[in-house]
């Protein structure tokens, strides 16, 4: 008797995870909390006005490949939202979702972009203007790890397509030129918010390098007073790439809801947000409207110039590859 | 006064301040650092910080994990420490080994063990989710790391306070008649019981402030599966400084009030060793005077 009302405790311990329905949850890396925080209760709120149904919205935040593995693992993740491709590219090859996943949703599945830019102390001692500037001696840069973080892997990137796009730009001046850059970082922190502490709390380095969008929230967070913000002339476009889990929502039979959180990230109202969150949107109307905020920028995408995300990450990112060869030599 | 010390009076005291100008850098300015950042903009900020929902929610999750980790890892560790320290038995050193394995692996290394048991490309864990059982990434992992992780510090105290005390009063009630139960219950609990508490305040003190296990295991579904100090680490990631040394306060109290009770639980059982080796004692001194 005991022993059957102790299983009968377990099971609804086990079970109350799956019961709650018309819920969604929503993985997603750690500086998109202040987006989400506002996009939730604006979907909620259309979602309410078409349907006249309610869905709550649990989020997860953690550092991005931390999460996107999580989801591989079991973590019963509706919706991932992500800051590289090669994240959900994960869930494809471990079956959770189609190998075509980007061609479902408009933009390749990418709501909205960044950019790499570049946070100097106030008066820009130093005079850094373009990725050159970083690698000269005296200049000390802070990068976060680009082998656990995406803000760290789209830095790297950054600077390298930069070598490469200069006058007279080669692979191997490229690689000289993000050798000499990382040469100069005194810290290699885990990820993009350890780096900002590092920087604007522990008063470490000259230049800090992060997503523009995270540029305007330590711009909130700590006032505007001790930093300029430089944009380089060219840098690379950060895609936010975002995937139903098919697995998931199949299961518990929350595709309709999941398919049209998404969607709506393209509504006006999902791209106001996300602008007003400093991300850049896709929605030529919005863009022109928030204009002023968002300085013209030349970018270029990690495809048009390193092939797929699959070929970086095995040539540069990978044990052995091109990073820790000029990581361990400096 | 007689002391032991050799040295001059200023090798002393210079040798004290040392240690308590380290005390202080290290242990008591950390503390202090933390109450001064929770409460530095106000009482008000520092109350809604620990009643907002998922502040609420972190808390409960860890007061379950802790009131299930703790009174399982009572019932383990005494007969474990029971099983070692009163029989002698073919595996014995390699289960004393194994108790200890949880104080040996890094917790990262546990949760993952826990990952590639129940995650979902494992036998197990695809077969939990067919059947609609989430394991990891939900409550019942993170009871289950914390479990790991706290296993050893009962039985860890328990062993050598038994092996101290010897199985003479058990056997002298056997003889007389006792019932295996009565033996625990009146002789071997009484006996034990301040060693057990001391061992049930550090399980409970690690169950509440485990990170790195219950972090792998979390999956961080906020107001779901955080417990406080997960919940403090995304709150400081997110620049909320404010709510994150409020909850890491609360983790600094809970502390402060364990070593309290700790220091209390620890001055009786010194003094209930003192008098169990005194009772060894005269009885040893009856005995032989009892000898012709």
Sequence with gaps: MKLRAFAGVLAALLSAHVLADASLLNVSYDVMRDFYKDYNPAFQKAYKAKTGETVTIQQSHGGSSKQALSVANGLAADVITMNQASDIDLLATRGLIPANWSSRLPNASVPFTSTTVFLVRKGNPHKVRDWNDLAKPGVQVIIPNPKTSGNGRYTYLAAWGAGLKQPGGSEAKARALVTGIFKNVPVLDGGGRAATTTFMQRQIGDVLVTFENEAELIAREFGRGSFEIVYPPLSVLAENPVAIVDKVVDKKGSRKQAEDYLRFLWSTEGQTIAAQNYLRPQDKAVAQKFDAQFPYVKTFTVQSVFGSWAAVNQKHFADGGVFDQIYSKR | ?292
């Design chain 2, 1 to 292: 006064m007689a002391t032991l010390t050799t040295e001059s009076r200023p090798v002393r005291y210079a040798l004290t301040a040392v240690a308590l100008v380290f005390l202080f850098l290290f242990l008591l300015l950390p503390l202090i650092g933390v109450f001064w950042e929770a409460l530095h903009k106000g009482w008000q900020l520092y109350l809604s910080a620990l009643v907002e929902p998922e502040a609420l929610s972190a808390i409960k999750l860890t007061l379950i994990s802790a009131a299930i980790a703790v009174p399982l890892n009572l019932v383990f560790g005494v007969a474990a420490a029971w099983a070692i320290a009163r029989f002698e038995f073919r595996g014995k050193s390699l289960l004393t080994t194994l108790i200890d394995l949880p104080f040996a692996v890094s917790p990262v290394v546990a949760g993952l063990m826990f990952i590639l048991l129940f995650g979902a490309n494992t036998v197990a864990g695809s077969w939990l989710q067919d059947h609609g059982l989430q394991v990891i990434f939900a409550v019942p992992g993170i009871v289950l790391a914390t479990v790991f992780v706290t296993f050893p510090f009962v039985a860890r105290e328990l062993i050598p306070l038994m092996q101290s005390q010897g199985a003479d009063e058990e056997q002298a009630a056997i003889v007389l008649g006792a019932s295996g139960w009565q033996t625990f219950r009146k002789v071997t609990l009484p006996n034990i019981k301040w060693g057990l508490l001391y061992g049930v305040i550090l399980t409970n003190a690690r169950a509440m402030g485990e990170f790195g296990a219950v972090s792998v295991v979390s999956g961080h579904i906020r107001g779901e599966t955080n417990t406080i100090p997960l919940h403090v680490e995304i709150l400081y990631n997110e620049y909320n400084f404010v709510g994150a040394f409020a909850c890491a306060s609360l983790l600094a109290l809970l502390a402060l009030v364990t070593l309290l009770v700790k220091s209390l639980v620890e001055w009786r059982l010194h003094r209930q060793q003192q008098a169990s080796t005194l009772r060894t004692a005269e009885a040893r001194m009856q005995a032989q005077a009892a000898q012709p």
